[in-house]
């Protein structure tokens, strides 16, 4: 193993155990030093390829590119604070007007937040100003955030809710999870029926009368939960249904937008619209920035009814506008790149596949890839200790992933990483997966 924990590493987890609230930190210990392009450094010095992107926060390299980098720099010495929900200022209105461009024709509303939770925050809020309805459903599996109206819709794990309820307000349905199903079927598309037979038969029918619900809210795929994707009729389906009964669909693109899955909004790959989306992580390249975009059609609230302190903040901005800039010159290339690299992660975790038991799917849209690892393939149980063991393994041999779900590894490079650390990542990961599929059955 090429990494070495030393006595420095081990201070600075220390003294953060001693004075830091706990978190989810990981389980290996890695203590952030710096990075560039498709590699970041510990504080000794180790050097690893990053498949996280720092919680897909670095679509675009890690610490950004340099053009956002210099954006930010040059911000700094003209005014960071605009008190942006108080006063005026051209840059992120510039911004909006340049963001609005990459949404579906009637789309012109946005606000500015810090981070995915508050962007989602803002969602709820103008889902029952707009249609003075008071319930919201989401789903099992789901993750919107931290804070107490987002938390409301989270249903990733319990741990994340715990003493902290009630949550007046939000329903929960089954998320139609094909590889596992609630509903008993491996068909796909009877998976996404079955799902949607459950909102109207059970939810709609039984628990809230569809005339008082004011928005569905879910992910074109699901993040924590797994990096789930769901079959095309179910969220079509749900498209449908927020037409029949006048609801709002909010799609949470915290973490699939930005071309994360390929397209600018993961959302396109299903051909379908929401009427609200939240984006956040990689918007600004790695400083705190969240935004919420609506139908120009639904309106606007009252003077004094939202805002907030650092929304609009003109470093995030400033980042937030280079790297959508960026996009923009180099939007071909981008989607080329991130597809054809796509393909040679699937292309080698299914012949993975092929080889190591443990692995029993893989999933996924872009450079958004999941790897579910089962203890057996016919009874698909979760193998969460294996999963433990393979990240930490990858670790120590200069990769770094990152969990979703129970048992499952997700692959979130930089868009931009090259072949080579791609070939390289896949090779250590593929290392990982070999010496743990002894203790799982291929069949």
Aim: net charge neutral; hydrophobic share 35%; glycine share 8%.
């Amino acid at each position: 193993m090429r990494v070495r924990v030393d006595k420095r590493i081990k201070d600075i987890i220390a003294r953060d155990k001693a004075v830091m609230l706990k978190t989810t930190k990981e389980r290996y210990p890695f203590v952030a030093d710096h990075g560039s392009g498709d590699h970041v450094y510990d504080v000794s010095g180790n050097k690893f390829i990053d498949f996280s992107s720092f919680i897909s926060v670095y679509n675009l390299g890690i610490n950004a590119n340099s053009e956002v980098r210099e954006a930010v720099k040059e911000q700094v010495d003209l005014l960071m604070h605009p008190a942006f929900t108080d006063f005026y200022a051209e840059r992120p209105v510039r911004f909006a007007e340049k963001l609005v461009k990459m949404f579906p024709k009637g789309f012109g509303k946005v606000f500015f937040s810090n981070s995915g939770t508050e962007a989602n925050e803002d969602a709820i809020k103008l889902s029952r100003i707009f249609t003075k309805r008071q319930y919201l459903l989401s789903f099992y599996n789901s993750f919107h955030g931290r804070t107490a109206g987002s938390l409301a819709l989270t249903a990733s794990k319990s741990i994340q809710r715990k003493h902290y309820g009630p949550f007046p307000g939000v329903i929960h349905a089954p998320y139609p999870y094909p590889y596992r199903c609630p509903f008993g079927t491996e068909d796909p598309d009877e998976c996404g029926q079955a799902s949607l037979d459950y909102l109207k038969k059970n939810i709609l029918d039984k628990e809230a009368p569809p005339d008082e619900i004011a928005a569905i809210f879910f992910e074109p795929v699901q993040g924590e939960g797994g990096y789930i994707i769901p079959p095309q009729n179910f969220i079509k389906g749900l498209r449908e249904m927020c037409d029949d009964y006048g609801m709002l669909l909010v799609a949470d693109e915290v973490q699939t937008g930005y071309m994360r899955t390929g397209s600018f909004l993961a959302l396109e790959h299903f051909g379908v619209e929401a009427d609200i989306y939240t984006m956040a992580k990689s918007t600004a390249g790695g400083i705190p920035f969240g935004v919420t975009v609506s139908r120009s059609s639904l309106g606007d609230v009252q003077e004094g009814e939202h805002a907030n302190t650092f929304g609009g903040n003109l470093l995030a901005i400033a980042a937030a506008e280079a790297s959508l800039d960026y996009i923009n010159r180099n939007f071909r290339s981008l989607r080329s790149g991130i597809n054809s690299r796509s393909s040679i992660v699937m292309r080698r975790l299914l012949e993975m596949q092929e080889k190591y038991g443990i692995i029993g799917e893989i999933r996924g849209i872009g450079l958004m890839i999941g790897i579910e690892l089962v203890k057996d393939r016919k009874t698909r149980e979760p193998a969460e200790k294996e999963r433990s063991a393979v990240l930490e393994e990858c670790f120590y041999n200069g990769l770094i992933l990152l969990p979703a779900g129970r048992s499952t590894i997700r692959v979130i490079p930089p868009l931009t990483i090259s072949i080579a650390s791609l070939e390289e990542g896949l090779d250590i990961l593929e290392n990982a997966l070999q010496k743990h599929s002894k203790r799982s059955k291929a069949r």
